[in-house]
């Protein structure tokens, strides 16, 4: 029983006297009536000051939220030849249900403050696949970008595609330029990339290049924030290679053909959820 007498005495001190100074301060008889009254109080005054902090200083909560939001979304649309031999299909029905589902997706892809999304369709590496995959493939680009333009612009949705156009057909390459015609007034930008890889020679690298060519004409646009890769395949295979330092990769097992408006808010949650410091210690 002594024993604890320290330690009655030691919380005395700590909680009475401090309720005492200010029970003197404001000439209030003390009581544990007063004393809850007190702490009501400051309370309210703290509540106060934190909505005061939240008007200077931004909000919390959906706003928070919606801050965190990636403004450039980046999707490599992988899986469409797997999907294709899964059903028993051929590579090209696999091809036209990837565009299909692009078609489906565009308009949802600028929901919750995504203003730039960028869809990886062909690399330079993909001109080693058959011909006929080939033609196939730059057939099914063209009647996708030509067929889509009114959709696009009715959307607000500004077309651009870079990469290397030196090989593609001359039909595809008039639809490009009709698609970015039309829609260059876009308040959102949507990227297609054909024929583009992070790949340069040493001896073409000079200053010029690198705000260009390695860049991408990133001044347009910011680099990627969240990249999405379908299919599982953990690689960026060269898509936005030089902009992709702190690109958050996200990686959904989930073949392109099957990637549904219920998977796309789970990337951005998933993205919402990340601590990113930018190489800074925080």
Not at 12 to 29: A, G, T
Not at 106 to 123: E, P, W
Not at 172 to 198: D, F, H, M, P
């Amino acid at each position: 029983m002594l024993s604890l007498l320290p330690i009655v005495l030691t919380f005395l001190v700590l909680i009475l006297i401090p309720c005492l100074f200010v029970s003197r301060r404001l000439s209030v008889p003390l009581s544990f009536t007063n004393i809850r009254r007190l702490v009501k109080i400051a309370a309210s005054q703290c509540d106060e000051e934190d909505e005061r902090c939240e008007k200077s200083y931004g909000t919390t909560g959906k706003e928070e939220k919606q801050g965190r939001m990636p403004k450039h979304v980046a999707i490599i649309l992988d899986g469409n030849r797997r999907w294709a031999k899964k059903l028993g299909l051929t590579t090209a029905e696999g091809h036209e249900a990837g565009v299909k589902r692009v078609l489906d997706l565009a308009k949802d892809f600028f929901t919750s403050g995504v203003n730039t999304v960028s869809l990886f369709a062909f690399s330079t590496e993909n001109w080693g696949r058959p011909e006929e995959e080939i033609r196939n493939l730059m057939s099914i680009f063209e009647k996708f970008i030509k067929m889509k333009i009114p959709d696009f612009q009715s959307y607000k949705i500004k077309i651009s595609v870079i990469g290397n156009r030196a090989n593609i057909p001359e039909p595809l390459l008039v639809s490009i330029r009709e698609a970015e015609e039309a829609t260059k007034r876009g308040t959102s930008l949507w990227q297609l990339t054909i024929a583009k890889n992070g790949v340069i020679q040493v001896e073409e690298i000079d200053e010029n290049v690198m705000d260009k060519a390695l860049l991408t004409n990133c001044s347009e646009f910011p680099n990627p924030d969240l990249m999405i890769r379908t299919s599982g395949e953990q690689r960026i295979s060269n898509f936005f290679l030089w902009q992709s330092a702190y690109t958050e990769l996200y990686f959904p097992t989930v073949l392109w053909p099957d990637f549904t408006m219920a998977d796309y808010p789970k990337a951005l949650t998933w993205y919402q959820k990340r601590d990113r410091r930018f190489g800074r210690r925080v």
